[in-house]
């Protein structure tokens, strides 16, 4: 059971991160009285056990809200968290071989017929959207040569001759190592670029951008960024085009239709590192599933996954989880409460025809969070059936919610050994699976950014 805790003060949260180490690993709930595990005021030495544990385990999580944390803009200028909440390989089906690139025609196409930008906005834009329109005359290619089963290098200089016979420059610019793709957005030259392209999966779009929101010149601002699918997972190109083909993603960008959305900023206290993300992020069940699949990889990809999603649906595992949120009126709540699974998304699909979160707007300044309360394989089917028309929201052991920023704080269990037997709780840290890449671990925080970066659609 799940219970929501109305605060008034963000001053007021329980939990949060400090800078020094205290007495207790984790600090009574003020407001209810309950604690989450007991307080003690032996020190580790006094006790004599487990000197091995690590030091963030007896950090007190006293509100990862109160927590400010700096970083840059697209000029390099520190934001603050304060002042983002005031203004501010997930998998998909089917991959793509670049056959539809020999149908058809591709020109640039200007006229009154596209007087109505709105027209041309996929279901998960906000209306009146903002959206502009451009006429590029220089792009740069990003591309991953074995992207969609090696076949990068193909799509890559397929795509390049249409753009070149449309009288666009092209810049093409090869990943060579995974890590490269980031390195090369954050430092490649981009003056007189008007639309960035990313060739490749979710992973690849995961990957440069991390390197493109990290620029120290005013590119976030100016360049327009665009999604060439390439990959197996092309779950973004799947949401802004509605389909994954490569040939309809060429024709939006010689359209030039630009539209600003959002972008997730999360921050890892621990290690105090941030990542940004486009698409989404899963805690739990679904990380799991990844995590299983990759120790199965010897079994090829579809059987794996499903295998995997087998195994962990026996497990139905839960954990005891605090949920920090700020809603988008501002006021700020806990949510507390056992859980299997978290799926926050900024896109409204995973895949095609699927309503994940079907309120979610990608230009609307709010991460979209489905909480998963039960571990129970009837209940978890319960609500396979039902994601394609977006009713699993109304299910008992589903919580939904829309809001600005959340921070997440797992818990496990372990034995003290001390006398009686006590077995306390302490913050867990355990994998993430963000934009498709397993990358990053709780506890985090997650704080929008409203309509940070352009893209074309």
Known sequence: ????????????STFAVVSTVSESSIVSDGSTGSKVSEETSKSDSEKGKHPERKAHRKLSFKGLFHHHHSHKDGNGTPHS?????????VNSTGSVNGDDLLEGEFKHEYGDEYEDLDAYMPPSVVKPSGAIRIRPKKIAILYNPKSGAQKGEKLARRTEKIFKDNGIEVAMVMTERRGHGEELAREM?????DVLCFLGGDGTFHECLNGFMNRKDDAVKRVALAVLPGGTGNSFALELQGNNHMSNSIRSILRGIVVQIDIAHMYFPINDESIYSFNSIHWGMGTKINITAERLRWMGKAIRYSTAAALELMRGSTADVVFEMVDKNGKFFEVRGQYSLMIANNIMSTLKGMKMVPDARINDGLIDLLLIKSGKTSDLV???KRVYNGTHTELDCVDYYQV????LIPFSEYDDDVEGGITEKEVAEELLDIDGELKGKTPFKCTMMPKHIKVIV
């Open 382 to 384: 319960s609500i396979f």
């Open 189 to 193: 030259p981009l003056d007189d670029i």
């Open 404 to 407: 600005k920023s959340f921070a």
């Open 81 to 89: 968290e304060t002042e983002l909440n005031e203004g501010s390989e």
């Open 1 to 12: 059971m799940s219970t929501q805790i109305p605060i008034s003060n963000v001053e007021n």
